[in-house]
C-alpha cells in the first residue's frame, strides 16, 4: 500500500510565493516520474512539472521561469516551489508519481499512476 500526501497550500497573494509539498508513504524504494499536476475551477487537470529520477525537469509554458521542481530520493518527497503567483494560478494542485516499487516480506510490488488527494493554492489579494 502507498500513499501520497501533499502539503503546503494556502492564500497567497499575486506575486507571492508558496511551496507545496508531497510525501510518499509506504515500504518505497524507488519512484520514478514524479510530477505536480493542477485543476481550476471549471477546467480540465493540467500538468505543470515532472521531475525523472536523475533530476531532469520538464514545466508547461504557463509556469517556466516561475516554478521550480525538486525531489529527494532518500525521503521519498517531492515539491513545487511557486514564485510570482498569478490568480491563474489558483487550483488543486495534486502530486503524483508515474512508478512506485515497495518491498516488504510479501515481496516487490509496483504501483503505476499514484495520485495525492490535492491541496487548494489561491491567489488572490
Excluded at 55 to 69: H, L, M, N
Excluded at 87 to 100: G, I, N, R
Excluded at 107 to 124: A, D
Aim: aromatic share 8%; hydrophobic share 30%; net charge negative.
Amino acid at each position: 500500500q502507498v500513499q501520497l500526501v501533499e502539503s503546503g497550500g494556502g492564500l497567497v497573494q499575486p506575486g507571492g510565493s508558496l511551496r507545496v509539498s508531497c510525501e510518499a508513504s509506504g515500504s518505497i524504494f524507488s519512484i520514478n516520474g514524479m510530477g505536480w499536476s493542477r485543476q481550476a475551477p471549471g477546467q480540465e487537470r493540467e500538468l505543470v512539472a515532472v521531475i525523472t529520477r536523475g533530476g531532469t525537469t520538464e514545466y508547461a509554458d504557463s509556469v517556466k521561469g516561475r516554478f521550480t521542481i525538486a525531489r529527494d530520493n532518500a525521503k521519498n518527497t517531492w515539491s513545487l516551489q511557486m514564485n510570482s503567483l498569478k490568480p491563474e494560478d489558483t487550483a488543486v494542485y495534486y502530486c503524483h508519481a508515474q512508478e512506485m516499487y515497495t518491498e516488504d516480506d510479501s515481496g516487490i510490488k509496483k504501483y503505476f499512476g499514484v495520485w495525492g488527494q490535492g491541496t487548494l493554492v489561491t491567489v488572490s489579494s
